[in-house]
């Protein structure tokens, strides 16, 4: 069964770091882009950044660019958001999603894992 897992949220001060993790199984991992979005309460979903299933292309939303930064290990089946200078309006659930177009659309997501901004 196809599952994607995110992890490495908290409270953190502004200011301050984390790094998300997104651990897939169950699909052929290097197949699929990954995102991640996030969520604040009240607020549309929002993509944050994007990483292409050949790892050589990103993208950021202008509200992240410079702080936030989008990866992936292929060996380990993992996708990683490094997120620095936190703010508190960086507050949301974030979302891990893995999906691919060819040879069939498929779209995975995960529960999601809580940042906290906050002094």
């Known amino acids: 069964q196809a599952r994607v897992v995110e992890s490495g949220g908290g409270l953190v001060e502004p200011g301050g770091s984390l790094r998300l993790s997104c651990a897939a199984s169950g699909f052929t991992f290097s197949s699929y882009h990954m995102k991640w979005w996030r969520q604040a309460p009240g607020k549309e979903r929002e993509l944050v950044a994007l990483?292409?299933?050949?790892?050589?292309?990103?993208t950021y939303a202008d509200s992240v660019k410079g702080r936030f930064i989008v990866s992936r290990n292929d060996a380990n089946f993992e996708a990683y958001l490094e997120m620095k200078e936190l703010r508190p309006e960086d507050t949301a659930v974030y979302h891990c999603n893995a999906r691919r177009w060819t040879p069939r659309y498929d779209d995975y997501w995960g529960q999601g894992t809580q940042v906290t901004v906050s002094s």
């Open positions: 990483i292409t299933k050949d790892g050589d292309n990103t």
